[in-house]
């Protein structure tokens, strides 16, 4: 069964082909905490910071080496998580020509009487059929012709068009409506056969089917014109492949949760170095102030003032 490659009306933009599918999967990295605050379970550790002592909390055991390994590894995990989620995506890009076995023509059938050349297009279709495997096809319509049977809905007329015309699963048919009265009043739709997905890939309907509906609502190209431009800018670029839109999101979101990781981590490290240096609070400990010169001093651990020297009391 064929199914929609998009399509779009006049004033009404482009519509996509098919719903969004793929998924993702998150990644997590456990690791001790460090406050600046206590919290529950923490051992409190302290360093000196030129005249002043701080105080850091952590409930774990800090050695720098191990965080900056478990870094690397963290960082590895996260690029096969991103290249696993980017696998479908990449399988999207770099297509093979469908092998469509029996040669099943190119049709162009003009109904509506709005096709000034068919040759070129005939020759677009050729060479986008040379290079995919997959034959195009179009048919235009008067409105007047349809809209009894199908009223609104001109995606079911364009999939009768495609069944009443081709038995096979190869074609590729864009069926063009314009109204009676108002050749400026469009509405179009694409149909594929299903051996065409692996090529007719939701990105590469996506971007072609811009660029076809843009040149439908500009009033710089005819209709044959129009068609003609988006095959030719298509058919050199559709087996290197497209990315859709909605997975360029993901892509971006994907690399900005990436690079908040590595800050992450940087932080984590920058913190952790300040570590380095602290040591266990013992019980007993104090903080005072130097009674020479005023600069902060821990009973239990300086026997001296570290500036001035001054005899620090033992208890
Ligand atoms: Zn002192």
Redesign the pocket.
Known sequence: MPHSSGGGSHGGGFHGGSGFRGGRTGGGVNRSHISTRPFAGAHKYYYYDRNRIKYLYSDGTYDNQTLKVSFIIAILAFLSIFAGIMLPFLSELNNEKIDSQFDVGIVIEDNANVLGDTDEIYEAFEAFYEETGIVPSLVTLNKSSWVDTYGSSFKKCAYDAYVYRFTDEYHWLIVYSVDDNNAENFVWEGMQGVNTDPVLTQGATEAFGKRLHRNFESSEYSVDEAVVEAFNYFTPRVLRGFIDSQSWGLVLFMLALFVFCIVGFVLAIVRTDKLKGAKLWQQGYREIS??????A?IVGVDRE??????QVPRH
Do not use: K, L, V
Not at 290 to 295: I, N
Not at 305 to 310: D, K, V, W
């Open positions: 130097c009674e020479d010169c005023g600069r001093c003032c570290r500036f001035c020297g001054a």
